[in-house]
């Protein structure tokens, strides 16, 4: 699916290829184009800059959807393009041997696995339940994993990482699983970083971040921490770490901040 012609100019659409209250689907062997980037800027100040876009791929309320070697005509590093794939409230969706610029769990997903892929500039966005899976896969982005901040955080089961390499976009500190949340808001729903984290064996492209950066596995998630806010945020009940390497021979420690992880067991080798 090529496209050509694409204006200055332009507003979100439904793409190429919609996956909608559908089950046992598979997509094999397509190659698809992202669709550019638009940008509209406020008219009252501060002017804020919106950016908007078309997925080529939807997934909406679909069970055990099947991407199987998809392919893009853009580079997965061109960030003048969107996303290729965006899912919203779908079940167990397994990609093998792809090449795209995102994998965004944008309104939620219920188990995923990534097998032998490449994953571009827009990183891989998650928020959801159930078991989330990515081995022997490449990931650009500022973490390895993004857990959506406007969401909560919120991964309600288990996260595993295995035999993956990861390239920081960012020159800064590096965490390998972002998330925020300050605890002051209330999403309707009990907001947890995950029931356990593993991960073994993750190589990190770090020679262009700067010399005096550390590596953390689990993040900051609130600047402003303190016992007591209204809605705390849960970390992650079992962190297991296993052969994580760098380029440039950091060592990765597992907290930005221990304070915030007094209810999270470790098994770090």
């Known amino acids: ?23 046992d689907v598979t997509i094999k062997d397509p190659l698809l184009t992202p669709h550019k980037t638009y940008m509209t800027k406020d008219s009252n100040p501060p002017f804020y800059v919106n950016r908007m876009g078309t997925y080529e791929l939807n997934f909406g309320a679909s069970i055990n959807t099947r ?4 392919r893009q005509t853009r580079d997965i590093v061109d960030t003048r ?15 093998e041997n792809c090449e795209m610029s995102r994998f965004d769990a944008h309104m ?3 188990g995923a696995t990534i097998k032998d892929s490449k994953i571009g500039h827009q990183c891989l966005s998650l928020i959801g339940y159930g078991d989330f899976y990515i081995e022997n896969s490449f990931v650009l982005g500022n973490s390895f994993i ?7 955080s919120i ?10 390499t990861w390239k920081p976009l960012g020159k800064g500190e590096m965490t390998i699983i972002n998330a925020n949340n300050s605890g002051d808001h209330n999403f309707g729903y009990e907001c947890i970083m995950a029931e356990r984290i593993s991960i073994d064996g993750l190589h990190v492209l770090d ?4 010399i005096g950066a550390k590596l953390y596995v689990l993040p900051e998630y609130d600047r402003s921490f303190a016992k007591g806010k ?5 970390t992650a009940k079992m962190l297991v770490v296993r052969n994580i390497t760098t380029e440039c021979g950091r060592k990765a420690l597992p907290f930005l901040n221990s304070e915030q992880y007094t209810e999270t067991k470790t098994d770090i080798e």
Do not use: M, Q
């Open 1 to 23: 699916h090529l496209l050509e012609g694409e204006g200055d100019d332009g507003a979100p659409y439904a793409g190429f290829i919609t996956v909608t209250e559908a089950v």
């Open 67 to 70: 991407l199987i070697r998809v």
């Open 81 to 95: 393009y969107w996303g290729l794939i965006g899912t919203n409230y779908s079940k167990e969706i397994y990609i």
């Open 108 to 110: 939620g997903v219920s």
């Open 146 to 152: 993004n857990l959506r901040s406007d969401y909560g």
């Open 155 to 164: 991964w309600r089961g288990n996260i595993t990482v295995k035999n993956c």
């Open 207 to 210: 020679s262009a971040v700067n």
């Open 230 to 234: 209204p809605y705390p945020y849960k």
